[in-house]
């Protein structure tokens, strides 16, 4: 009798002592990278490449660089549902632009009171200092929608002119500037001081083209190889600190500057009629339909552009043809959260269903959901960084997440989950001859269903760390494989790279 006891209780003994095993297993497996490691007060160390290169700091993005809050800024006007309301909610947007702003910047909030507002056309701001806020992001709240039969946005946010030269051209005398850096010296710092806008430019030269084979992209109808004067990157920097020679910038350094490839130079720049303090937020934006694969409607929720240090807020977009936010080349300092892009309605094709689009510098997504598109978090052609993807969600995906094409510089991808794949590739002639996709992209902490990470044939890295899903040769075989780590392994510490970095910073 004894040893039957014995027998029917080592059940209801050993579940126990299993889960408790598992658990602390669990709770142990903790790794970091080769490439970045925490301390115990929070402060981080970079492994650099034999060339000195690490990967970059990205927290320097967003509202303010994430330095504020986004702020809430007191209602001015307020609009009620009517048939009227598209003219009042354009004439108040007029009225607001007409008054001067206080001494943060701000003309006011235009409040849309809970209910359905009919918009046959754009709404535009044209002017900083204004916010258009609802009652809610739900059908229940403020719903605008767009019903004209026209590829617009519903609501359209731009400064105006563009970004001009300030003064020469200086130099970069150092033969090889790593990613990373946030310093280098120039031949001359006369006339500069801090606080100036440069320009940070690398030039695009015929080496470069040829050692990236980007002027041997299979050729099909249309394909455009790779042109050395179309490849003159200018990221847009501020110096923070001058020695002698040796400037100091406010973000890091994001393609190596290599001599080889035609080093570097700066120059200051002006660009007046860009605007800044504009926000969106609590809103559910829609547009009218026909069918699954129409495309004679509303094109973006939103499309920001010539703006800075702006946001995007708990907003959702349903049905429109190509994304909820998308942000132009030359906006910058944006940020996007909390926000959903559902249900596009267009050909599942090129040009279509770019859920949160980016091809601007220094902008931050984070907290994003997407249904049914195709580049649910993507940058375009050159787009240039720090940029930064953030705890982001994308379901029933018809496409890849990723850089799309002709290198983009410098993002971040950080706790994507998808049910599709991220990619960072040689996309070849894809488009129009779309080649090397990116470079200076680092995923972090990702679910994919399989990605592709592939390093360019010269002329920097892309990374793939603590990735959870399937590795694949993408579109075409034989290309440098990217820097993988972890794939498949739980654990990674810091969980966020851009929570742990932007951290670091604040608390120095």
């Given at each position: 009798m004894?040893?039957?006891?014995?027998?029917?209780?080592?059940?209801?003994?050993?579940?126990?002592?299993?889960?408790?095993?598992?658990?602390?297993v669990?709770?142990?497996?903790?790794?970091?990278?080769?490439?970045?490691?925490a301390?115990?007060?929070?402060?981080?160390?970079?492994?650099?490449?034999?060339?000195?290169?690490?990967?970059p700091?990205?927290?320097?993005?967003?509202?303010?660089?994430?330095?504020?809050?986004?702020?809430?800024?007191?209602?001015?006007?307020?609009?009620?549902?009517?048939?009227?309301?598209?003219?009042?909610?354009?004439?108040?947007?007029?009225a607001?632009?007409?008054?001067?702003?206080?001494k943060?910047?701000?003309?006011?909030?235009?409040?849309?009171?809970?209910?359905?507002?009919?918009?046959?056309?754009?709404?535009?701001i044209?002017?900083?200092?204004?916010v258009?806020?609802?009652?809610?992001?739900?059908?229940?709240?403020?719903?605008?929608?767009?019903?004209?039969?026209?590829?617009?946005?519903?609501?359209?946010i731009?400064?105006?002119?563009?970004?001009?030269?300030?003064?020469?051209?200086?130099?970069?005398?150092?033969?090889?500037?790593?990613?990373?850096?946030?310093?280098?010296?120039?031949?001359?710092?006369?006339?500069?001081?801090?606080?100036d806008?440069?320009?940070?430019?690398?030039?695009?030269t015929e080496?470069?083209?040829?050692?990236?084979k980007?002027?041997?992209?299979?050729e099909?109808?249309?394909?455009?190889q790779?042109?050395?004067?179309?490849?003159?990157?200018?990221?847009?920097?501020?110096?923070?600190?001058?020695?002698?020679?040796?400037i100091f910038?406010?973000?890091?350094?994001?393609?190596?500057?290599?001599?080889?490839?035609?080093?570097?130079?700066?120059?200051?720049?002006?660009?007046?009629?860009?605007?800044?303090?504009?926000?969106?937020?609590?809103?559910?934006?829609?547009?009218?339909?026909?069918?699954?694969?129409?495309?004679?409607?509303a094109?973006?929720?939103?499309?920001?552009?010539?703006a800075?240090h702006?946001?995007?807020?708990?907003v959702?977009?349903?049905?429109?043809?190509?994304?909820?936010?998308?942000?132009?080349?030359?906006?910058?300092?944006?940020?996007?959260?909390?926000?959903?892009?559902?249900?596009?309605k267009?050909?599942?094709?090129?040009?279509?269903?770019?859920?949160?689009?980016?091809?601007?510098?220094?902008?931050?997504?984070?907290?994003?959901?997407?249904?049914?598109?195709?580049?649910?978090y993507?940058?375009?052609?050159?787009?240039?960084?720090?940029?930064?993807?953030?705890?982001?969600?994308?379901?029933?995906?018809?496409?890849?997440?990723?850089?799309?094409h002709?290198?983009?510089?410098?993002?971040?991808?950080?706790?994507?989950?998808?049910?599709?794949?991220?990619?960072?590739?040689?996309?070849?002639?894809?488009?129009?001859?779309?080649?090397?996709?990116g470079?200076?992209?680092?995923?972090?902490?990702?679910?994919?269903?399989?990605?592709?990470?592939?390093?360019?044939?010269?002329?920097?890295?892309?990374?793939?760390?603590?990735?959870?899903?399937?590795?694949?040769?993408?579109?075409?075989k034989?290309?440098?494989?990217?820097?993988w780590?972890?794939q498949?392994?739980?654990?990674?510490?810091?969980?966020?790279?851009?929570?742990?970095?932007?951290?670091?910073?604040?608390?120095?």
């Open positions: 004894l040893a039957l006891l014995k027998r029917k209780h080592l059940p209801l003994i050993a579940v126990p002592l299993l889960s408790v095993m598992a658990f602390t669990t709770r142990s497996i903790q790794w970091e990278s080769r490439f970045v490691q301390g115990k007060n929070g402060s981080l160390t970079y492994t650099p490449d034999e060339k000195g290169n690490i990967i700091d990205f927290s320097r993005v967003g509202y303010y660089q994430g330095d504020k809050a986004i702020p809430t800024i007191p209602v001015a006007i307020t609009i009620t549902p009517s048939a009227e309301a598209a003219q009042q909610i354009q004439a108040a947007i007029d607001l632009s007409a008054k001067a702003p206080d943060n910047g701000f003309r006011g909030t235009i409040l849309l009171k809970k209910g359905t507002y009919q918009l046959p056309a754009t709404l535009e044209k002017t900083g200092g204004i258009l806020r609802g009652e809610g992001d739900t059908e229940n709240g403020t719903k605008l929608v767009a019903t004209a039969n026209t590829q617009k946005p519903l609501i359209a731009t400064g105006s002119g563009n970004l001009q030269p300030a003064g020469d051209r200086i130099k970069i005398t150092d033969p090889y500037v790593p990613v990373g850096s946030f310093s280098f010296h120039i031949s001359d710092a006369k006339g500069l001081q801090v606080g806008a440069i320009i940070l430019n690398r030039p695009g080496k470069w083209i040829q050692d990236t980007m002027d041997q992209i299979e099909r109808g249309g394909t455009k790779w042109k050395a004067g179309e490849y003159n990157l200018e990221f847009e920097r501020v110096i923070t600190k001058i020695e002698g020679n040796k910038i406010d973000n890091p350094v994001m393609l190596a500057l290599d001599a080889q490839y035609g080093g570097g130079e700066i120059y200051k720049y002006t660009f007046t009629g860009r605007i800044r303090e504009v926000g969106v937020e609590n809103l559910y934006l829609e547009s009218v339909y026909s069918s699954d694969t129409a495309e004679n409607h094109w973006d929720a939103i499309a920001i552009n010539k800075e702006g946001w995007v807020r708990n959702t977009s349903r049905y429109f043809g190509y994304s909820c936010v998308n942000l132009g080349g030359n906006a910058r300092y944006i940020t996007v959260k909390d926000s959903k892009c559902l249900d596009a267009s050909k599942i094709t090129g040009g279509r269903r770019y859920s949160f689009a980016n091809n601007g510098q220094c902008n931050l997504f984070m907290n994003c959901h997407t249904t049914e598109g195709r580049h649910d993507v940058t375009g052609s050159k787009t240039l960084g720090p940029n930064v993807f953030y705890n982001c969600m994308a379901k029933n995906t018809h496409a890849d997440i990723g850089p799309h002709r290198w983009a510089v410098g993002t971040l991808y950080d706790n994507i989950i998808t049910d599709g794949e991220i990619n960072v590739q040689d996309r070849g002639n894809w488009g129009s001859g779309h080649g090397w996709a470079v200076t992209q680092v995923l972090w902490n990702c679910t994919v269903k399989r990605a592709a990470v592939q390093s360019p044939w010269a002329s920097g890295k892309n990374y793939n760390i603590g990735m959870k899903g399937e590795k694949f040769d993408g579109r075409l034989g290309r440098p494989d990217g820097e780590e972890g498949n392994k739980d654990g990674l510490q810091p969980t966020s790279l851009y929570m742990a970095q932007l951290k670091a910073r604040q608390q120095k």
